[in-house]
Each structure stands twice: as C-alpha cells, then as structure tokens.
C-alpha cells in the first residue's frame, strides 16, 4: 500500500473478497474486482468499464451519522446478489467493474476532506475518463467535491443533475457551511453548474422549509414532488427530466440519497422521513437513469449501517448500484 494506490488520495479498500475460485455464475462479491496495491500502479484501464469508489465521509452531517461506513458494509453485502437480474433478463457478468477503494479521509478537518474527495475525482476523470465513477458514500456534502473535481478535468462541459433525494440541498452555504445540507447550493453559487441544469424528484412532506422552496423558484432548480411523480409514474418521472437535462447539458450526474426513501424502506438512513419512495420504485429511477447516454457519473449517499436493521438498507443500497449498471449494460440495445 503506498502513497500513490492506484494514484494519490486512495488506498485499497480495508478488504477484499476471494475471488481465486469464481464460478461461471458468481456472487457480485465474486464478480467485481479490487485492485493488487503491488500492481496498481501498473493497471491497464482499458481492461475496465466502471470504477467503483468509496467515500467514506459523514463529519459533515448535520445529522449525527455513521454513512462514512456505508463503502465497506455495502461491499460486505455483494455476497447476497447475483449478477443475473431476472427483471430484465440481463447478466451484469460482461461489464467488467473495478473496486479502487477509499479516498484518504483527515480525522478531524472536513475541509481538507473534501479537497482530498475533489482531487480523486480529477484523478479518476484523467487516468480513465472512458470509465464510468461510481462512488459509494458518505454523506451528501461529497456530491459537489465530487462534481467539481469533475468540472476541474472537463471545464468546457456543461454538467446537470438528476437528484433523487427528499430534500432541496439548497440550505444557506453562511448558516451551514459544505454541509449534506448544503451541495446543491454549493455548486450553483460556485458557479460549478446552473440551478437551470438540476431536477431535483423525491421532495415530499413536511422536510424542506418554505425558503427553500423559494430559493429554488428564484434561481430556477427544478423539481418534481414524489406526489406528482406518482400521479404521473416515478419512471416517466425521471425519463422526462433525463430527456431535459440532455436538451441543455453534455452531462448528467446523478446522485441518490438513500433519504428518499420512506423509513419503513430505509431503517438505516439518518434522515429517514415517512411517504418516502418505494424500494421498487428507486430501482426503477435509477435503472431509467442507467440507459441513458449522457449519465456519465452516479454516487450513492446518506445511509448508516450503524443505524440499519438486517442489513435491509445496505442491501437496498446495493440493488439500486445493480439497477443502476442494468441499465447502463443495456445502453443502446
């Protein structure tokens, strides 16, 4: 393990499966590989076509939160899945996935944290940018390091979200600082994106104060309430606000926050709120979000193993990554 695992700011993930008898129908755990810090260095990206990337900070929640724990819990539950999504009648096995591990977190100082988070992500985009970043977090404060490393690689690219979350994340930057609250606002009042270029579905309830609301009508985020995604169907929901952001951006980043879920779906988010999303209906979100052609990046946020029940909400959180790369395997068919 050295100081430049596979590049600087990441070391290996604190473990890895057994993967020297992988059958010819594998567990995921046998499945998605890990890199061998003696040969890292060395590594022919080429051989790939998802990395995969843990971002195990929750400092900066406003929450009290353990999701700094969620990379290595959700790699413990790959031992439950197949690769076979009966579904869609699709196996995952062809695409070729490369655990590359942690980004290097500071203890105590969340700012250098977070430049760390926004130098891998330049890191990534340069060493293998025709890879596809997957990160596993963490708290919702690393969606805008994450995007401006990015923007850092690729400035001339116009970047939009597809945000699946119960909340805006537009909280004022003065009152909270590069919060989970925070990330939206972060990047549109850094200039990083346009509110114009965020679709926001998942809001719902009692979970967002009314100046939140005006803060996203004032700079133009837009957003889909969970009621009216219902009314209209979650899938169609997000297939129509793919459809607008390709219209206006070259890429579409989507993060989901494991909080749009309803509680009885996810025991083990902080933030957990009741009339949530469906577990069915996130995998259809993001499966939508996995065909299209101009998502070209994904983080998964906001879940506490510590807090979970059975593991349920990890091994949600790994049905949605799944659901996720069913639809990008199937790009184009």
Same mark, same amino acid.
């Given at each position: 393990?050295?100081?430049?695992?596979?590049?600087?700011?990441?070391?290996?993930?604190?473990?890895s499966?057994?993967?020297?008898?992988?059958?010819?129908?594998?567990?995921?755990?046998?499945?998605?590989?890990?890199?061998?810090?003696a040969?890292?260095?060395?590594?022919?990206?080429?051989?790939?076509?998802?990395?995969?990337?843990?971002?195990?900070?929750?400092?900066?929640s406003?929450?009290?939160?353990?999701?700094?724990?969620?990379?290595?819990?959700?790699?413990?539950?790959?031992?439950? =899945?197949?690769?076979?999504? #009966?579904d869609?009648?699709? /196996?995952?096995?062809?695409? %070729?996935?490369?655990? !590359?591990?942690?980004? *290097?977190?500071?203890?105590?100082?969340i700012?250098?944290?977070?430049?760390?988070?926004?130098?891998?992500?330049?890191?990534?985009?340069?060493h293998?940018?025709?890879?596809?970043?997957?990160?596993?977090?963490?708290?919702?404060?690393?969606t805008?390091?994450?995007?401006?490393?990015?923007?850092?690689?690729h400035?001339?690219?116009?970047v939009?979200?597809?945000?699946?979350?119960?909340?805006f994340?537009?909280?004022?930057?003065?009152?909270?600082?590069?919060?989970?609250?925070?990330?939206?606002?972060?990047?549109?009042?850094?200039?990083?994106?346009?509110?114009?270029?965020?679709?926001?579905?998942?809001?719902?309830?009692? =979970?967002?104060?009314r100046? #939140?609301?005006?803060?996203? /009508?004032?700079?133009?985020? %837009?957003?889909?309430? !969970?009621?009216?995604? *219902?009314?209209?169907?979650?899938?169609?929901?997000?297939?129509?606000?793919?459809?607008?952001?390709?219209?206006?951006?070259?890429?579409?980043?989507?993060?989901?926050?494991?909080?749009?879920?309803?509680?009885?779906?996810?025991?083990?988010?902080?933030?957990?709120?009741?009339?949530?999303?469906?577990?069915?209906?996130?995998?259809?979100?993001?499966?939508?979000?996995?065909?299209?052609?101009?998502?070209?990046?994904?983080?998964?946020?906001?879940?506490?193993?510590?807090?979970?029940?059975?593991?349920?909400?990890?091994?949600?959180?790994?049905?949605?990554?799944?659901?996720?790369?069913?639809?990008?395997?199937?790009?184009?068919?």
């Amino acid at each position: 393990m050295t100081a430049g695992y596979p590049y600087p700011l990441l070391k290996p993930p604190s473990f890895s499966w057994d993967r020297s008898a992988a059958p010819a129908e594998p567990k995921v755990s046998e499945w998605i590989a890990t890199l061998d810090p003696a040969t890292a260095g060395s590594t022919d990206w080429s051989d790939y076509d998802v990395a995969l990337l843990g971002v195990p900070l929750s400092r900066s929640s406003i929450s009290a939160s353990a999701a700094s724990e969620n990379p290595d819990a959700m790699r413990r539950a790959w031992k439950y =899945f197949t690769t076979y999504n #009966l579904d869609h009648d699709v /196996d995952l096995q062809p695409l %070729r996935v490369v655990d !590359l591990g942690d980004v *290097r977190q500071h203890v105590t100082d969340i700012a250098q944290c977070h430049r760390n988070i926004r130098e891998a992500m330049a890191h990534m985009r340069t060493h293998h940018p025709q890879l596809l970043p997957v990160m596993l977090g963490g708290d919702h404060s690393i969606t805008a390091m994450l995007i401006k490393g990015y923007k850092d690689v690729h400035p001339d690219e116009r970047v939009g979200i597809l945000q699946l979350d119960t909340h805006f994340d537009l909280r004022d930057l003065a009152d909270n600082g590069p919060s989970n609250g925070t990330p939206i606002r972060n990047l549109i009042e850094s200039g990083t994106i346009g509110a114009r270029d965020v679709h926001n579905i998942g809001l719902h309830g009692f =979970f967002n104060a009314r100046s #939140l609301k005006a803060y996203a /009508d004032e700079t133009g985020v %837009r957003y889909t309430t !969970l009621r009216q995604a *219902r009314q209209k169907g979650v899938a169609r929901t997000v297939q129509e606000a793919l459809e607008q952001l390709a219209g206006q951006v070259d890429t579409i980043y989507l993060t989901v926050d494991m909080d749009v879920l309803d509680c009885s779906y996810g025991p083990g988010v902080p933030a957990s709120t009741p009339g949530g999303m469906h577990s069915d209906e996130l995998f259809e979100a993001v499966y939508a979000a996995g065909l299209h052609p101009k998502v070209k990046a994904m983080d998964l946020v906001c879940l506490d193993p510590y807090k979970d029940r059975a593991e349920a909400t990890v091994k949600t959180a790994v049905h949605v990554l799944l659901s996720f790369l069913t639809g990008f395997r199937l790009r184009g068919q």
